[in-house]
């Protein structure tokens, strides 16, 4: 038999098939000593991209990916600790968001451009 909070854990647990883990060149330092060397990203659902332009993200705006972050990412990366971000984990982070909106044919079509 399954713990309610094992149930509600599950239910908000990434789904690997729609979600990616970035590793951080320069990891997040928090209060107390706490670092965030990864960070995982979730496919946004419509209601996460409310407010934003989607056109924005595909084109890697930094300010609609800083918005967008806190609401797709595990741990939950703040505003504040966003904009702390090495540039080339931010860069990172903005392709694995353009992937979430290419459909399986777009994803081949660039996995044979990269030779893979």
């Not at 647990?13 to 990203?41: F, N």
Request: negative net charge.
């Amino acid at each position: 038999m399954t713990s309610r909070k094992t149930e509600i854990n599950a239910a908000f647990a990434p789904d690997p098939a729609k979600s990616v883990m970035i590793p951080l060149a320069s990891p997040l330092k928090r209060d107390g000593g706490v670092d965030i060397d990864q960070i995982t990203l979730r496919k946004p659902n419509a209601g996460e991209l409310r407010g934003l332009k989607v056109p924005d993200l595909i084109n890697g705006d930094v300010n609609t990916i800083i918005t967008l972050l806190p609401r797709i990412s595990s741990p939950v990366v703040s505003v504040h600790e966003a904009e702390k971000l090495d540039v080339e984990d931010l860069a990172e982070i903005a392709g694995a968001v353009v992937g979430f909106f290419m459909n399986q044919a777009a994803r081949a079509q660039i996995e044979k451009m990269m030779g893979g």
